[in-house]
C-alpha cells in the first residue's frame, strides 16, 4: 500500500487549466482515468488527509504509485479524452457500466445491390439501415416475419442467394410469398430496391398513409370483384398493424428520444435506457456497475452517455434524451452530444406528459433490475461471506450463523392455519430441507400461539433425533414426550406425509445422510428467524427455554420498517438498508412467507374441493366421475337407490351398498356462493360443479378474501 504523498506532485507543478489525469499503480498501469475543469483543484482532493477521503477513493489513492495528466484546450475535448483512454486502459477503478451481451439490431443493407433484411450485432456499417436496438432477436425475427407479407424484401445470406441464381430456383421464402425471388428475376434490382425503401420507411413510423393506401387498394378490389386481391390486401393491413402494435406510441408527436434512468445505492447502479424512435419504443437495453468511487447521479448520467453515444453518429444520437439529473457542467456535454450527431441535441429533465410518465416507466424498470441483480448477486461467495458476518456483529453472535431457519404463520381469517419452516445454509436457500406444518394444538387466529406450538414441535423433533443417536451426555434425561410424526401435521415439499416421518428411513449410519450430514431434525440452526415483531420473537425464545435449548440465538423481523428484534430487548436492531445482512434477512423472511402461504392456498383448495364421495373405500377418481355423470350432482346420487346406483358401469352390488351407507352419514354440503355474482346457489348445482369442475365455489369466497390472508 502506497503513500500518497510519496508521489504527490510538487506545488505549483499543476497546471490551472482543463484537463485529463491518469494514476498509475506500482506496475505502471492505468488504475483510473478522470477529466477536470481545472486539474489543479481536482488534483489536490485526492491529496487530503486519508481519513476524509470516501473509501473507495482512500483505496485508490493508495493503490497508485504515481500520476500523469494531459492539458486540452476546452472541456470537451476533455471529455473526449477520458472516453477515449477508458476504452483504451479499462481502468479498474472507474466506473464500467457491464453491458451483458450486444444488443440486437433489425438491419436493411441498403449499400448492397439487393438490399437484405436480417439481424446485426456489433459494430455498425457505412450504407447500412439500423432500427433498435431490440431486446432479443426473436422480437426482431417476428417483426420481420410479419412485414415480409406486405414487404417481401430478400432475408437470405449471400450463398444462398448466389445457389438460388445458378440453379434459377428460388428458396422456400420465395414459393410462399415471403421474397419477391430477385435471385430468379421474378423483380428488378429497382424494383426490389424499392420494397426495400418502403420497408424501412414503414420501420421508421411512417405508416399512417401507407395503411390508408392499402385500405383505398382494398376497397378498389373489392369494387371490381377482384375478390382475391382484396382479401390478400386486407391480410397485408391486419399483419401491418400486428406489427404495429408489438410497438405501441407511446410519445403522440412522432418523438425521437432516448430515456435514461438510474437506480442506485451506496454500492452499486442500475442504468436503463428506452430508445424511442417515430413515438414508439424501439428497443431497451441496460447495465449494472460497482460505484468504485464517489459520484452523483449526473455524474452516473455522464458515464452512461460516454457509453451509449462514445461511437455513434449522426442519426443515432436522437434529438433528445431524456436523462433523471443533468451532469455537471451541462455545457460540455450538450456539446459533445451535438458533434456525435452533426445537429442540436436537447439534454434534459422531463418534467411532465407523456415523457414524464414514460421516464417513470423506465425508473421502474431500472429499480427491477437492481433488485434483479442484487438477487443474482446473493450467488456470490465473498458478498454472503459479508452478510453472514454482519449479522454476526449485528446480533452479537460469536460465529456467523452457517445454518438459518425462518419461520412463518399463514392463515385466512383463522382458517387453515399453516406455518412454514425455510432453510439457508451458507447463505443459498436448502429447499430439501424446508418443512411445512398443520397447527393442531389450537383453533382460530393466534400467530403467537402459533409460533411457539411450531418452534416446539420443531425442536422437540431435533431433541429426539439427538436422543436415538446416543448423543445425550450421562445423567441427561430423555425426552419421553417427543411427538410422533402422526400428530406432527408436519411435510416435506418434496415428500408425501408418512404416518411417522421418523420411520421413513432407518436409523443407519448415525442417521447420517449420503453427504455423513445428519438427517432431517437433527441439524441445529444456529439461529432462528421468525416473521413477526416482540410478540413472535418472545413466543418463539419461550418455546427454546421450556425445551432446555440454549445454544440457538433467535431474531425477528418486522415488516413494517424491516426491523430486527431481540428477545427480551426493548428496542429494535436497525441494520442499514445497504446492509448485506438486512439484504439477506429479508431474502430469508420472504422466502418463508412464500412458502407458507403458498402451502395454505393448496390446503384450502384441497378443502373446498372436498366431496362425500371420497370418503368411499375403493372408490377411485374415475368411478367418481361416472357416478357424477350417470346422476347429475351428489344430491341426486344421495337419493338413489342401490339397485339405480347399480346400474352405472363399474358399480357392483356390494360398491353400491358402501356408497349409499357413506352418502347417509356424511352431512350435506354448506349452501355455496357464485362467486361471480355473490348469490346463493342450489344445493344441486353446486354439488354438480364442486365435483365437475373442481372450482373453489363455496360459503367464504375464498379468492374474494385473498387480500385478507396472511
Not at 89 to 109: E, M, Q, W
Not at 359 to 369: D, F, L, P, S, Y
Request: charged share 30%; net charge negative; proline share 6%.
Amino acid at each position: 500500500m502506497a503513500d500518497p504523498s510519496s508521489y504527490r506532485p510538487k506545488p505549483g507543478q499543476i497546471p490551472d487549466s482543463p484537463g485529463v489525469y491518469r494514476f498509475r499503480d506500482e506496475h505502471r498501469r492505468v488504475i483510473y482515468v478522470g477529466k477536470a475543469k481545472s486539474l489543479r483543484q481536482r488534483l489536490a482532493n485526492y491529496f487530503q488527509d486519508l481519513a476524509g477521503l470516501h473509501p473507495r477513493t482512500r483505496t485508490m489513492v493508495t493503490t497508485a504509485a504515481s500520476v500523469e495528466w494531459t492539458v486540452v484546450s476546452t472541456e470537451v475535448e476533455a471529455l473526449q479524452l477520458e472516453y477515449s483512454w477508458i476504452k483504451e486502459y479499462d481502468p479498474r477503478f472507474n466506473v464500467k457500466y457491464r453491458d451483458d451481451k450486444s444488443y440486437p439490431y433489425l438491419a436493411v443493407t441498403m449499400n448492397e445491390e439487393f438490399p437484405r433484411v436480417q439481424v446485426m450485432r456489433g459494430h455498425k456499417k457505412k450504407g447500412v439501415r439500423y432500427f433498435g436496438p431490440y431486446a432479443h432477436a426473436w422480437a426482431i425475427r417476428d417483426t420481420v416475419d410479419l412485414l415480409l407479407r406486405v414487404f417481401p424484401v430478400r432475408t437470405c445470406s449471400a450463398g444462398v442467394f448466389k445457389n438460388a441464381r445458378r440453379t434459377g430456383r428460388p428458396c422456400l421464402l420465395g414459393y410462399i410469398g415471403k421474397c419477391s425471388a430477385p435471385c430468379v428475376d421474378r423483380v428488378s434490382a429497382e424494383e426490389h430496391r424499392e420494397l426495400a425503401e418502403e420497408f424501412c420507411d414503414f420501420m421508421t413510423g411512417r405508416t399512417g398513409a401507407y395503411l390508408r393506401r392499402l385500405e383505398k387498394q382494398m376497397m378498389e378490389a373489392a369494387e371490381e370483384m377482384e375478390y382475391e386481391r382484396a382479401a390478400r390486401l386486407r391480410d397485408d393491413i391486419e399483419a401491418l398493424k400486428k406489427a404495429m402494435e408489438k410497438n405501441a406510441v407511446v410519445l403522440a408527436d412522432a418523438t425521437d428520444a432516448d430515456l435514461i434512468a438510474v437506480a442506485e445505492d451506496e454500492l452499486e447502479a442500475a442504468v436503463q435506457i428506452f430508445h424511442v424512435r417515430g413515438g414508439r419504443v424501439r428497443g431497451q437495453r441496460g447495465w449494472v456497475t460497482d460505484k468504485v468511487e464517489e459520484i452523483t447521479t449526473g455524474a452516473l448520467v455522464e458515464h452512461a452517455l460516454q457509453q451509449l453515444y462514445g461511437e455513434e453518429t449522426g442519426d443515432a444520437v436522437p434529438k433528445e434524451v431524456l436523462v433523471p439529473a443533468l451532469p455537471d457542467p451541462l455545457e460540455p456535454v450538450q456539446e459533445w452530444l451535438t458533434g456525435r450527431r452533426g445537429s442540436g441535441v436537447s439534454l434534459r429533465i422531463p418534467q411532465r406528459g407523456d415523457k414524464r410518465a414514460l421516464m417513470e416507466t423506465v425508473e421502474r424498470n431500472a429499480q427491477q433490475a437492481l433488485v434483479l441483480h442484487k438477487t443474482k448477486r446473493a450467488s456470490d461467495l465473498t458478498t454472503r461471506s459479508r452478510a453472514l458476518e454482519e449479522i454476526a456483529d449485528a446480533l452479537d453472535l460469536d460465529s456467523a450463523p452457517l445454518r438459518i431457519e425462518c419461520y412463518d404463520i399463514s392463515h385466512l381469517q383463522g382458517d387453515d392455519v399453516v406455518a412454514s419452516m425455510v432453510v439457508f445454509e451458507d447463505g443459498l436457500q436448502r429447499k430439501s430441507e424446508y418443512r411445512r406444518f398443520q397447527i393442531k394444538g389450537f383453533e382460530g387466529q393466534d400467530d403467537v400461539r402459533s409460533m411457539h406450538e411450531v418452534i416446539t414441535r420443531r425442536f422437540k423433533r431435533y431433541l429426539a433425533e439427538k436422543e436415538r443417536t446416543g448423543e445425550w451426555a450421562d445423567g441427561e434425561n430423555t425426552l419421553a414426550d417427543a411427538p410422533s410424526g402422526a400428530d406432527d401435521g408436519l411435510s416435506s415439499p418434496d415428500r408425501p406425509t408418512s404416518p411417522d416421518p421418523l420411520a421413513e428411513a432407518p436409523l443407519t449410519n448415525g442417521l447420517k445422510d449420503d453427504e455423513g450430514r445428519p438427517k432431517r431434525f437433527a441439524y441445529p440452526p444456529q439461529l432462528v428467524v421468525v416473521d413477526g415483531g416482540q410478540p413472535q420473537v418472545a413466543a418463539a425464545q419461550r418455546a427454546l427455554d421450556e425445551l432446555g435449548i440454549d445454544d440457538i440465538a433467535v431474531c425477528g423481523l418486522a415488516k413494517r420498517l424491516e426491523e430486527v428484534w431481540l428477545p427480551g430487548d426493548d428496542d429494535p436492531v436497525v441494520l442499514p438498508r445497504t446492509s448485506e445482512g438486512l439484504y439477506l434477512l429479508q431474502r430469508v423472511r420472504d422466502e418463508a412467507h412464500r412458502f407458507a402461504i403458498t402451502y395454505q392456498r393448496t390446503k384450502r383448495a384441497k378443502r373446498f374441493r372436498s366431496s362425500p364421495l371420497d370418503d368411499v373405500p375403493g372408490l377411485g377418481e374415475t368411478r367418481k366421475q361416472a357416478l357424477i355423470k350417470h346422476f347429475g350432482s351428489v344430491k341426486k346420487l344421495r337419493s338413489a337407490t342401490i339397485d339405480q346406483i347399480c346400474e352405472v358401469p363399474g358399480i357392483g352390488r356390494k360398491t353400491a351398498e358402501t356408497i349409499a351407507v357413506a352418502l347417509a352419514q356424511a352431512a350435506p354440503a354448506a349452501p355455496a356462493v357464485n362467486t361471480a355474482t355473490g348469490e346463493i346457489m342450489e344445493d344441486e348445482e353446486s354439488e354438480t360443479t364442486a365435483e365437475t369442475s373442481g372450482e373453489p365455489v363455496s360459503a367464504g369466497a375464498p379468492d374474494e378474501r385473498r387480500g385478507q390472508e396472511r
